[in-house]
């Protein structure tokens, strides 16, 4: 007699969007074989998560089996869901949506829909050990909010200056519309102040978070706002096993192109959050200017080897992103002078990873967190 198969855990993908939900409940047998358990759909509203939950009892019947959720990052349309049910207790996971755009193309679907996606994201939570998410906590959230509002402001009042610099140089200029420029310049001017102001009333009532944030201010070109963005942008730096996941996270990892005897430009992805880079490009610049000793050295070395400076200055940022990491890690204060190769009590296994000419900065990074 042919033995039956017993279920291993069940999975559950949301297909989210702005008015509704798709939901996907499937299981995994001792086989690998993954089968449909339901489908339905929701409107994408707090009143209808408790309804959500007794149709998912209905449907997951084993109640000894884990149960992990899983959707996409959909911008802030996947918060509220993924909140309600981490505070239930439940394994969820939230993925970025070009992750799950190339497992569901591996699956050879042709057709593509709202239940077809959420079926495909119930598979990957079964077939794969997704990591679970971590919300953000209510200051940091505060701070992302307003770091994110203040890099708005920035870029309008960038571009009203650059729409008056080209009126006043036209042949024909307008007062008029000069005259409206310039309000629209005060007022960014105001409310960048005001927005400011609230980041450091923020970081004022929560001594752990600005102490953690000074720290990171102690290096040379990177200000108080942009370690704030950088803590902000990345949840305090939580849910990153290692260094190389946050450089991944930040786009910061390199692609190769290469095959056979073609061999292609070797560039970061620049597959992450663009906001970490975008903030990273001054600190960098202002790091080699004044002479911060790791970062001028760098620029140097990868400068005097490629002769492209931004590259240099990119591999400044990257140094910049991996050393707040380690501070923030380790508690530890900022030394500009710390090399690991001057420290005594050094192991043997940490001496094969001392920065050199062409040492990854994924090793300098992982040099610091071993002997901070």
């Not at 074989?33 to 939950?53: Q, Y």
């Not at 140097?300 to 400076?309: A, F, G, L, Q």
């Amino acid at each position: 007699m042919k033995a039956t198969a017993t279920f291993l855990r069940y999975g559950v993908g949301f297909d989210i969007g702005k008015d509704t939900i798709h939901v996907c409940v499937s299981v995994m047998d001792t086989t690998g074989k993954v089968t449909v358990k339901g489908t339905t759909k929701l409107v994408n509203k707090a009143a209808a998560f408790s309804g959500l939950m007794t149709w998912l009892g209905k449907h997951c019947k084993q109640t000894d089996l884990p149960v992990r959720y899983v959707m996409e990052a959909t911008g802030v349309y996947h918060e509220t869901l993924a909140w309600y049910l981490f505070t239930k207790d439940q394994s969820v996971s939230v993925v970025l949506p070009n992750k799950a755009k190339h497992y569901l193309k591996s699956l050879g679907l042709k057709s593509k829909n709202d239940r077809i996606d959420a079926q495909g994201l119930a598979r990957m939570t079964l077939e794969q050990q997704l990591p679970l998410w971590q919300p953000l906590s209510k200051n940091i959230y505060s701070l992302r909010m307003l770091t994110r509002q203040h890099q708005r402001l920035q870029e309008l009042k960038t571009q009203s200056q650059n729409q008056k610099h080209s009126i006043e140089y036209s042949q024909f200029s307008d007062g008029f519309i000069l005259k409206q420029l310039d309000n629209l310049i005060t007022l960014y001017d105001r409310q960048l102040t005001e927005i400011s102001q609230a980041i450091n009333d923020l970081l004022d009532d929560d001594q752990p978070l600005r102490e953690g944030i000074d720290r990171l201010s102690a290096i040379k070109g990177l200000g108080r706002l942009s370690a704030a963005t950088l803590v902000a942008e990345t949840n305090g730096f939580t849910g990153f096993e290692n260094v190389r996941q946050l450089v991944s996270f930040a786009g910061y990892d390199v692609v190769e192109n290469q095959s056979g005897k073609h061999i292609g430009k070797t560039r970061i992805s620049k597959k992450g959050n663009s906001r970490i880079r975008r903030i990273l490009h001054l600190p960098a610049l202002n790091a080699v200017r004044f002479g911060e000793p790791g970062c001028a050295a760098l620029y140097e070395r990868v400068y005097s080897r490629s002769r492209i400076k931004m590259k240099a200055y990119v591999a400044v940022q990257k140094k910049l992103l991996t050393l707040c990491y380690a501070l923030w890690r380790n508690g530890s204060e900022y030394e500009p002078s710390y090399s690991p190769t001057t420290t005594k009590n050094v192991s043997d296994q940490a001496k094969k990873i001392v920065p050199t000419s062409g040492t990854t900065q994924d090793q300098e990074a992982e040099a610091i967190l071993s002997h901070r």
